[in-house]
Each structure stands twice: as structure tokens, then as C-alpha cells.
T-cell receptor, first 115, second 112 residues
Framework: GAGVSQSPRYKVAKRGQDVALRCDPI?????LFWYQQALGQGPEFLTY????????KSGLPSDRFFAERPEGSVSTLKIQRTQQEDSAVYLC?????????????FGPGTRLTVL | GNSVTQMEGPVTLSEEAFLTINCTYT??????LFWYVQYPGEGLQLLLK?????DKGSNKGFEATYRKETTSFHLEKGSVQVSDSAVYFC???????????FGGGTRVLVKP
């Protein structure tokens, strides 16, 4: 079956522009996660959804970052007024159930470059 | 807070050499531990996991043992292949939560 997909795969934005990054999780997966991966670093947690409920947004770096999953499937990560420090790969992951023992399946990521 | 520290790369090996990547963690309670791998041009994939102390995770010839006394989860493979060239990430998650905390990654290059 299809894995986690993300679009666009690459995005170039001018500083100050708003961007929207989309994640299509594996069908039926309850949990959805967003991570940010800076060049040469490990991924860092941004936010977590269980169905449509955003249960943890402790990793969002500022109020310019906003995520939603209105129908419990597709999720969008929005970044307003992008800054150069927002340049990174944004990873989405989903898992079948909630809980730490459930494998997270990762998408290919969206590489955001802010000029 | 929780953190994961792994050895910095790159690690360059010849085919059939022994590979060890060190990973230590800081966490309260009893985290679950993972190794993820990122092959060139591909997304992150789970390689192996261990959910309690003394558990050994294994997959594709790789092994790692959850050592609570040393807070470590070192990755080993007895005989590497060129196809094992990738970036390896150690990670943990807490029993009461779901988010993964990753180490910085170790790039491994296996030469024929």
C-alpha cells in the first residue's frame, strides 16, 4: 500500500512569505507527527495529532507555525512570515495507533529553503 | 528533558568490517529505544527497537541491546556491506508520550 506522502517535495520561499506543507498519512493511521530536520542534524519534534485533536504542540518554535488536521487524515503545516532559520526538511510521520510502541512511518519530507 | 547522544561521523569502513555506533540517552523512567536508518535519497525507516531493559532488537544483521545501567543502546553489525551506507539515528520515546527524540545522526560509508 501507499506510504506517507508529502507535498511539495521542495519549496523555495522569499523571506516573509507564508508557506503550507501537506502530509497524507497512511490510510487509517490514528497518529500523525511533524518533525523539523535542520541540515546535518537529527529530526526535532514539532507537533502531534491523534485523529483530529492536536495533543502536543510543544515543539512548535514560534507562533508563526501552525498545524491542523481537521478531518483526522490529511494534515497541513503552515509557516507564516517565513524566516531564514525556518530553512529545513519538514518530516511527517504516522502510526496506526497511539502509544510509544507503535512504529512511526515517515514520509520523504519537504525541503524548505527561505531566501 | 530527554536527550540522545550518538557518536559523530562520518564513519568509513571497508566491506565486511565490524560496525559499532555508540548511543547513550538521558530520560526519566523507562523509555523505548529505536534505531532509524536513512538511505541516500530515501526517507527514515525503522531499523530495530527495544522497549525494556535487556531487550535486544535485531534486523538485517544489525543488533542493539537496551542497557539501562549504562543508559546505552549501541548499534552493531558484524560484517557490513556497501549497501549499509546510510545515516543512522538513535531515538527514544517515553512510555507516557509518543514523540521521538533523536540523536544527531551518524553517517556511515562502506567502501568496497
Amino acid at each position: 500500500g501507499a506510504g506517507v506522502s508529502q507535498s511539495p517535495r521542495y519549496k523555495v520561499a522569499k523571506r516573509g512569505q507564508d508557506v503550507a506543507l501537506r502530509c497524507d498519512p497512511i490510510s487509517g493511521h490514528v497518529s500523525l507527527f511533524w518533525y523539523q530536520q535542520a541540515l546535518g542534524q537529527g529530526p526535532e519534534f514539532l507537533t502531534y495529532f491523534q485523529n483530529e485533536a492536536q495533543l502536543d504542540k510543544s515543539g512548535l518554535p514560534s507562533d508563526r507555525f501552525f498545524a491542523e488536521r481537521p478531518e483526522g487524515s490529511v494534515s497541513t503545516l503552515k509557516i507564516q512570515r517565513t524566516q531564514q532559520e525556518d530553512s529545513a526538511v519538514y518530516l511527517c510521520a504516522s502510526s496506526l495507533q497511539a502509544g510509544p510502541y507503535n512504529e512511526q512511518f515517515f514520509g520523504p519530507g519537504t525541503r524548505l529553503t527561505v531566501l | 528533558g530527554n536527550s540522545v547522544t550518538q557518536m559523530e561521523g562520518p564513519v568509513t569502513l571497508s566491506e565486511e568490517a565490524f560496525l559499532t555506533i555508540n548511543c547513550t540517552y538521558t530520560a526519566t523512567g523507562y523509555p523505548s529505544l529505536f534505531w532509524y536508518v536513512q538511505y541516500p535519497g530515501e526517507g527514515l525507516q525503522l531499523l530495530l527497537k527495544a522497549t525494556k531493559a535487556d531487550d535486544k532488537g535485531s534486523n538485517k544483521g544489525f543488533e542493539a541491546t537496551y542497557r539501562k545501567e549504562t543508559t546505552s543502546f549501541h548499534l552493531e553489525k558484524g560484517s557490513v556491506q556497501v549497501s549499509d551506507s546510510a545515516v543512522y539515528f538513535c531515538a527514544l520515546t517515553k512510555a507516557a508520550g509518543n514523540k521521538l527524540t533523536f540523536g544527531g545522526g551518524t553517517r556511515v560509508l562502506v567502501k568496497p
